[in-house]
């Protein structure tokens, strides 16, 4: 990586409430799946936007997965380099649930409202 290239920025979803629903994720994990996740991120902020399958995966409408074996974490991208985290989830089946994905894309839509109610746009 380029010195003149800004490193990219990792930061935590946080509901109205104070709850950050990933950071409350990776604190329950445990194991293998923790060293995995920690590694992902560690990748994820290394290589930003270039990080590709097997480790990251669009999901469509700006919202990616994030994977390290059965954990997936949910992620969108904003201006400035920065890389939002919005949930995880320990996948027991090939699929996203249908609950999760919505859950996720609401509080990805949440994100952006607040981002432009800040900027005034």
């Known amino acids: 990586m380029s010195a003149s290239v800004p490193p990219w920025t990792l930061e935590r979803f946080v509901l ?3 709850e950050s629903p990933v950071r409350a994720f990776l ?3 445990g194991g ?3 060293v995995d996740a920690l590694a ?3 990748l994820l902020a290394e290589q930003g936007n270039a990080l590709k399958m097997p480790h990251s995966k669009p ?3 700006g919202l990616f997965e994030l994977r390290a074996g ?3 974490l949910f992620y969108a991208f904003r201006p400035g380099r920065r890389i939002v985290l919005l949930d995880g989830l320990v996948k027991k089946r090939q699929e996203i649930p249908p609950g999760v994905l ?3 894309r609401r509080y990805q839509r949440a994100l952006e409202t ?3 109610q800040r900027d005034g746009t």
């Open 32 to 34: 293998r799946d923790r």
């Open 27 to 29: 604190e329950g994990l």
């Open 40 to 42: 992902l991120l560690k």
């Open 102 to 104: 919505k859950r996720v």
């Open 70 to 72: 059965p954990v997936r």
């Open 16 to 18: 109205d409430s104070g």
């Open 114 to 116: 607040a981002e432009r």
């Open 59 to 61: 999901l469509g409408e």
